[in-house]
């Protein structure tokens, strides 16, 4: 079968896991596992079925339901999909029924760590968040090798993916503090011209209406770029040292010098996700509302910011989205994060001259594009 190329640019660091929690080369499987993620919010917003595959008892399972007959990859989806797997495990895999494609991506350079530190104390200490993750001032090739027949609809399916994350989200893993933020510069993969709204699920027995409601679904999706605007060039502020990065009692913070200075200089990044965190903590510091977006010890955040990514010397562009949260939320966000982000950029005084939204985006109107 014949490979296809998907070129990319990163714009903020790019994360991907290993075994021990280091980011020491891309690995496929972090890469895989973002498409899926998307893949899945993407059908459920489609209208098709997605099962749980952290759940044994709720996830697909191929060889246990057809043992005995043949998976022969000719036989194409309609031959051997009876109802029992989701359109998702279809193109991803799932037990008995292999992924229809692997990648192999290669490329990117770790960047300087940056570390800042919470503003408060946690259980009697400050926390330590680092900035971490691969880069590359080439685009970095991600090839697509499929493994048995792809389906029309799956490709568009996947193309649509790529561009929603490349456009409005961000890939690997990370995504909710700064990493993951890529352009794409080239794609060949076939039907990247398809409409979703065309694209048909066959096969599964199961209803979109039972879809677990906490799962991602574009359909509850929001995506909002900001522009930063700052009253100096970055360069001047990196050098001034006025950004925060840990409280003044705080006698144990290291600061390696620089990194800063190379991640922007180097990298066109300025290192502000956590700082945006706060800032968004803040503004939803109602009824427990932060608590439940931004998550907590077992329970994941619904809601993810990017670091800044270079517009000009003087200004950054960065991206909040989030699933599930409703529009009071959304609302908060859109008119408090400027004044929060003035009290959680800088550890002392205000050098944000202007936040504005310049793009806002439904995970709706996307499914309608």
Same mark, same amino acid.
């Given at each position: 079968?014949?490979?296809?190329?998907?070129?990319?640019?990163?714009?903020?660091?790019?994360?991907?896991?290993?075994?021990?929690?280091?980011?020491?080369?891309?690995?496929?499987?972090?890469?895989?596992?973002?498409?899926?993620?998307?893949?899945?919010?993407?059908?459920?917003?489609?209208?098709?079925?997605?099962?749980?595959?952290?759940?044994?008892?709720?996830?697909?399972?191929?060889?246990?339901?057809?043992?005995?007959?043949?998976?022969?990859?000719?036989?194409?989806?309609?031959?051997?999909?009876?109802?029992?797997?989701?359109?998702?495990?279809?193109?991803?895999?799932?037990?008995?029924?292999?992924?229809?494609?692997?990648?192999?991506?290669?490329?990117?350079?770790?960047?300087?760590?940056?570390?800042?530190?919470?503003?408060?104390?946690?259980?009697?200490?400050?926390?330590?968040?680092?900035?971490?993750?691969?880069?590359?001032?080439?685009?970095?090739?991600?090839?697509?090798?499929?493994?048995?027949?792809?389906?029309?609809?799956?490709?568009?399916?996947?193309?649509?993916?790529?561009?929603?994350?490349?456009?409005?989200?961000?890939?690997?893993?990370?995504?909710?503090?700064?990493?993951?933020?890529?352009?794409?510069?080239?794609?060949?993969?076939?039907?990247?011209?398809?409409?979703?709204?065309?694209?048909?699920?066959?096969?599964?027995?199961?209803?979109?209406?039972?879809?677990?409601?906490?799962?991602?679904?574009? =359909?509850?999706?929001?995506?909002?770029?900001? =522009?930063?605007?700052?009253?100096?060039?970055?360069?001047?502020?990196?050098?001034?040292?006025?950004?925060?990065?840990?409280?003044?009692?705080?006698?144990?913070?290291?600061?390696?010098?620089?990194?800063?200075?190379?991640?922007?200089?180097?990298?066109?990044?300025?290192?502000?996700?956590?700082?945006?965190?706060?800032?968004?903590?803040?503004?939803?510091?109602?009824?427990?509302?932060?608590?439940?977006?931004?998550?907590?010890?077992?329970?994941?955040?619904?809601?993810?910011?990017?670091?800044?990514? =270079?517009?000009?010397?003087?200004?950054?562009?960065?991206?909040?989205?989030?699933?599930?949260?409703?529009?009071?939320?959304?609302?908060?966000? =859109?008119?408090?994060?400027?004044?929060?982000?003035?009290?959680?950029?800088?550890?002392?005084?205000?050098?944000?001259?202007?936040?504005?939204?310049?793009?806002?985006?439904?995970?709706?109107?996307?499914?309608?594009?």
């Amino acid at each position: 079968m014949c490979e296809y190329l998907v070129m990319f640019k990163t714009l903020t660091p790019l994360w991907t896991g290993d075994a021990a929690g280091e980011c020491n080369g891309l690995r496929e499987t972090g890469i895989l596992g973002s498409l899926r993620w998307w893949y899945e919010a993407l059908v459920r917003g489609l209208g098709g079925y997605v099962c749980d595959p952290t759940d044994k008892d709720q996830r697909c399972d191929f060889g246990k339901k057809k043992s005995g007959e043949t998976k022969d990859s000719d036989q194409g989806i309609h031959d051997v999909i009876d109802g029992s797997i989701c359109p998702a495990c279809q193109l991803f895999g799932c037990t008995g029924w292999a992924r229809k494609f692997r990648i192999e991506v290669e490329g990117g350079i770790a960047v300087p760590e940056v570390s800042v530190r919470t503003r408060k104390k946690r259980n009697g200490k400050y926390l330590t968040r680092k900035t971490s993750g691969l880069m590359s001032s080439d685009p970095i090739a991600m090839r697509v090798v499929p493994l048995r027949k792809i389906e029309e609809d799956e490709w568009i399916l996947l193309n649509r993916t790529l561009d929603i994350i490349a456009n409005y989200g961000a890939l690997g893993a990370r995504t909710s503090q700064g990493c993951g933020v890529v352009s794409i510069v080239e794609s060949d993969l076939p039907f990247g011209g398809g409409s979703v709204k065309d694209v048909k699920f066959r096969g599964h027995k199961k209803a979109s209406s039972q879809n677990l409601n906490n799962f991602p679904n574009m =359909k509850n999706f929001f995506f909002f770029k900001l =522009k930063l605007g700052f009253r100096d060039v970055i360069s001047n502020l990196i050098n001034k040292e006025v950004f925060w990065t840990h409280a003044s009692d705080d006698k144990f913070f290291t600061r390696v010098r620089g990194n800063w200075e190379k991640l922007w200089q180097d990298f066109s990044i300025l290192p502000i996700a956590f700082h945006a965190r706060d800032a968004l903590r803040i503004s939803l510091s109602k009824n427990g509302i932060s608590e439940n977006v931004l998550g907590k010890i077992g329970m994941g955040s619904k809601l993810f910011v990017s670091h800044g990514y =270079k517009i000009d010397s003087g200004t950054v562009e960065m991206r909040i989205w989030g699933y599930g949260v409703g529009n009071e939320v959304k609302d908060r966000i =859109k008119h408090r994060i400027k004044n929060a982000l003035e009290g959680t950029l800088f550890a002392h005084d205000n050098f944000l001259q202007c936040c504005e939204l310049v793009e806002e985006k439904a995970g709706a109107d996307i499914l309608g594009d």
